[in-house]
């Protein structure tokens, strides 16, 4: 196992938590689903080209987080919830995609 300390926590079965300020979350679902990037002023789709590997990711300043990988959630999410940086926390809704309620504010200071 290496050292590599990664820009987020997982919490429960369906919140991510993002903590590192220097480096963008592009969140990846499955492949039909929109990408998501979470950076320290809230979350959005990703319009750009995902990172292809980690260094191209690097170079961005972003980190590529697969859900439904075994080191995140081991599933392909529906519901997921992103506690940003911005003391906000935001849910996504991967069945509401291509509508206003996709990506929507949960919560405001939830720290």
Do not use: C, W
Not at 92 to 101: F, Q
């Amino acid at each position: 196992m290496n050292n590599y300390e990664k820009p987020y926590l997982v919490s429960g079965r369906n919140t991510l938590i993002h903590k590192n300020k220097k480096l963008d979350l592009v969140l990846v679902n499955d492949d039909d689903d929109p990408a998501v990037i979470v950076t320290r002023h809230g979350v959005k789709i990703f319009t750009e080209s995902v990172p292809a590997n980690r260094g191209e990711a690097k170079d961005r300043y972003m980190e590529v987080v697969d859900i439904s990988s075994s080191d995140v959630f081991s599933e392909v999410k529906t519901l997921l919830f992103i506690q940003a940086i911005n003391n906000k926390e935001y849910k996504v809704d991967y069945s509401k995609k291509g509508t206003d309620l996709f990506i929507r504010i949960h919560q405001e200071n939830y720290i």
